[in-house]
């Protein structure tokens, strides 16, 4: 549901000469709509047909989404971080290892933009591809520091995707129906 304004900004800002990659940028954005799903074998299919695209077509920040998007471990996630070096993705290369690190276990660094969510500082995450890992970790956060009205706008955030993961090709926090149990047994007691 996030993947249309992005996509249409893609191909808007494409020059002409470049539109010969566009179908492995296209693809590469498919398994983050699979991953949100939880539809994890047809967003491995579409990460292998975008690296097949990018090898066919010589687009080289392809891997960099591929590579995250198969990362299962913190090892995994710091290879796939080094991608980011040099790669001029700023938006990604500010906050998403240490982010992806917390979410695996190895919590401590400072996640930069995204540290508010991780920290449980009730804000509303912009509405993007990162929104439900954002308001899952803020609900994990709240439910920790024992805020109830924080869980609660969690809660409520996260109940229209019910049926979804929180994940999104970059970070799996797993299904959301589990949090939302989590916070229905913390908010109702």
Known sequence: RCLEPALEQVRSVLPATVNPQLPGLVQVSRPQTRCALGDFGAAAAHADEADRLAARHEIPLVAVFTTWFRAESADDYRAAGSMLDGAGMPGLTDGLLPLALHTAGEPGQNCGPYEPWVRGIPVSPPRDPMAEVLWCLAARA???????????????????????????????????????AGLDRYIDV
Request: proline residues 5%.
């Open 142 to 180: 709240a439910v920790e520091r024992g805020d109830r009205a924080a869980a609660a706008k969690a809660r409520a955030a996260l109940r229209p995707a019910a049926g979804e993961y929180a994940a999104n090709g970059l970070v799996n926090m797993g299904p959301i129906r589990d949090v939302l």
